[in-house]
């Protein structure tokens, strides 16, 4: 519930904006109070009548209105709330946030909030993946703002690609999260996910077949959960998960690097499929094929072991460690040796035998292994192997020193 928190909701002006008469509604019916402000070119898309009406409070929507100054200062509206939630938030608005201007009363509450701002855009996929907007995008993350969507699917102009905006269902779960106190809130953690890429030359790779999917989904589900998360993540086709940071490597020495790097963390999960070698003879330039010689031999080296490093027994040792077994045969008694051998906390132990279809699916059947024993999992949606796996982590690390 969110009784008596003060949502202050912005509305830019989108085709979208119709969906934010949906969100006041059930932000209004989990108890939130909200205030809004709407840009000029929300009010040709949805009437202030429409917004005051369903948020019950008078909507604002002129800086120099002289009864709104007289009544409240756009400084007490974008400071007297818990939350500033954007939705929709056009790329005009975003870039007017990344660059401080201020130049209506949106903008200038946006600038001179000092809380949390949640925003969910919403654009033409063009505008989205525009190099300008995604700058403004990684400013804005980089400033600790926080999004949600934008999604997939059909956009107003008959095109379809990302960028519409979240659904409210999905926006209002992003403001619960914001404001209720997530049990791992105050804990950091760490997120290996997708494959690792080791080049043979410039043009050439050693790769797999992972998708990212179930490593990604667990970083949203810490994060939903409160937890401060870094998702390091291999070459994938996924979008980057809000709400945490990202970093992008290739190797799995450059994916080591990064995860020595967050650290002090209190939880590690080792998601990714970390390529076991390394070429050690990988050519700086393109390898030429001699017709007349035999083909080039690839000499290979071991790669650092990730989760066995961080499983480490030290100071900078997080609280719980998790790594993943993928196996296509004996699959209990395989997982059990590597969390001996790794020396990490739990294995999440899954089938990748080709009759599995785990590789590239949303599903996968995983079987948790701890020191107390094995859990049987039902074959489930990979979000809600995450949820499940985050809401485990949450429990166990909670009374944990
Ligand atoms: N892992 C890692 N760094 C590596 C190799 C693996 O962090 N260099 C992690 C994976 O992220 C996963 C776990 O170790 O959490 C198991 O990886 P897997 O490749 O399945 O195990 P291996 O140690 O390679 O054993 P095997 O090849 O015998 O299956």
Not at 314 to 323: I, Y
Request: overall charge neutral; glycine content about 8%.
């Amino acid at each position: 519930m969110l009784d008596g928190r003060r949502v202050l909701l912005v509305i830019s002006g989108g085709i979208a904006a119709y969906k934010s008469l949906e969100l006041i509604r059930r932000l209004k019916d989990r108890g939130a109070d909200i205030r809004c402000v709407m840009t000029a070119n929300a009010q040709n898309f949805v009437t202030p009548l429409a917004v005051q009406t369903l948020s019950g409070n008078k909507v604002f929507a002129d800086t120099f209105s002289l009864t709104d100054e007289h009544e409240i200062g756009h400084i007490t509206l974008a400071r007297d709330c818990d939350l500033v939630v954007v939705a929709p938030a056009t790329a005009n608005l975003l870039a007017k946030m990344a660059h401080g201007l201020a130049d209506d009363l949106a903008s200038t509450a946006l600038l001179v909030t000092d809380k949390p701002i949640l925003v969910a855009p919403a654009m033409n996929f063009r505008m989205w993946g525009h190099p300008a907007t995604r700058a403004n995008m990684a400013t804005l993350k980089e400033r600790g703002v926080h999004a949600v969507g934008p999604n997939a699917g059909m956009l107003a102009e008959g095109e379809s690609g990302l960028g519409r905006m979240a659904e409210p269902a999905e926006i209002l779960a992003a403001v619960e999260g914001l404001l209720s106190s997530g049990p791992l809130r105050g804990l950091k953690a760490l997120v290996t996910s997708g494959p690792t890429f080791e080049p043979i030359d410039p043009v050439r790779f050693i790769g797999n077949r992972s998708s990212g999917k179930q490593g990604h989904a667990i970083a949203s589900a810490l994060a939903r959960l409160g937890a401060e998360v870094t998702l390091i993540t291999g070459p994938v086709k996924l979008p980057d998960p809000p709400d945490m940071k990202v970093v992008h490597v290739e190797t799995a020495r450059e994916m080591l690097g990064a995860a020595l790097g967050c650290l002090p963390v209190d939880i590690a999960v080792c998601a990714a499929a970390v390529a076991d070698w390394t070429v050690s003879n990988a050519s700086k330039e393109k390898r030429k094929k001699d017709p007349n010689g035999p083909p080039p031999a690839i000499e290979l080296a071991a790669n650092p072991d990730i989760l066995a490093t961080l499983s480490e027994k030290g100071s900078a040792r997080p609280r719980l460690v998790v790594g993943f077994a993928a196996e296509t045969e004996n699959l209990l008694t395989h997982a059990r040796a590597k969390l001996e051998r790794k020396g990490c906390d739990w294995i999440v132990a899954n089938d990748v035998s080709p009759s599995s279809g785990t590789f590239g699916s949303d599903f996968n059947t995983v079987h948790l292994i701890t020191q107390g024993g094995v859990e049987d999992w039902p074959r489930i949606a990979k979000a809600d192997v995450a949820e499940r796996l985050a809401w485990k982590i949450a429990d166990s690390v909670k009374g944990k020193p």
